[in-house]
T-cell receptor, first 112, second 109 residues
Framework: KAGVTQTPRYLIKTRGQQVTLSCSPI?????VSWYQQTPGQGLQFLFE???????NKGNFPGRFSGRQFSNSRSEMNVSTLELGDSALYLC???????????FGQGTRLTVV | ELKVEQNPLFLSMQEGKNYTIYCNYS?????LYWYRQDPGKSLESLFV?????AVKQEGRLMASLDTKARLSTLHITAAVHDLSATYFC?????????FGAGTRLTVKP
């Protein structure tokens, strides 16, 4: 059974640009969550989607957005990138929101 | 606001020794998770604790949950080098999962 797949694995962007990250959950999983991991702030919850609906959102500015498609794949978008957005972005999927979550390998975003 | 506090944040152990990592949280949630992260890697699920008094063991690791004390522990028995990693606890409340800061464990020969 394939795990959670995140693409791309690495990304370098310039300040002011926008970026889209993709996450394909484990087959059959309908819940997808996104997290930002930085050395200073640790793991922070971005948002959670279930059946194409955003169920919860963390304390991040509106530049961070996401969506989920009917096949449960999810994307997150960050607009007007700032240096502080450099981080490892992790996606996790679960069969439903209250069960064990499985994480992807992450996308390491560097903003220069 | 849901807060999750782990201690210690850094732990250096000798092989063969025992130690406990603590995870305190501020909510009444009864869903607590432990994850392991190796450097440069993603998070690996270790334990899912879903009720008061839950105890789970896998190899040299044992996790427990006391929802009344809002405390979970991860006990390490007879540590080996392969256990060196960062360990996170996470608490789920209303679809909002909050992670502790992590405990960076180093096991030395």
């Amino acid at each position: 059974k394939a795990g959670v797949t995140q693409t791309p694995r690495y990304l370098i962007k310039t300040r002011g640009q926008q970026v889209t990250l993709s996450c394909s959950p484990i087959s059959g999983h309908r819940s997808v969550s996104w997290y930002q991991q930085t050395p200073g702030q640790g793991l922070q919850f971005l948002f959670e989607y279930f059946s194409e609906t955003q169920r919860n959102k963390g304390n991040f500015p509106g530049r961070f957005s996401g969506r989920q498609f009917s096949n449960s794949r999810s994307e997150m978008n960050v607009s007007t990138l700032e240096l502080g957005d450099s981080a490892l972005y992790l996606c996790a999927s679960s069969s439903d929101p209250n069960t064990e979550a499985f994480f992807g390998q992450g996308t390491r975003l560097t903003v220069v | 606001e849901l807060k999750v506090e782990q201690n210690p944040l850094f732990l250096s152990m000798q092989e063969g020794k025992n130690y406990t990592i603590y995870c305190n949280y501020s909510t009444t949630s009864d869903r607590l998770y432990w994850y392991r992260q190796d450097p440069g890697k993603s998070l690996e699920s270790l334990f899912v604790l879903l009720s008061n008094g839950a105890v789970k063991q896998e190899g040299r690791l044992m996790a427990s949950l006391d929802t009344k004390a809002r405390l979970s522990t991860l006990h390490i028995t007879a540590a080996v080098h392969d256990l060196s990693a960062t360990y996170f606890c996470a608490v789920d409340e209303d679809n909002d999962m909050r992670f502790g800061a992590g405990t960076r464990l180093t096991v030395k020969p």
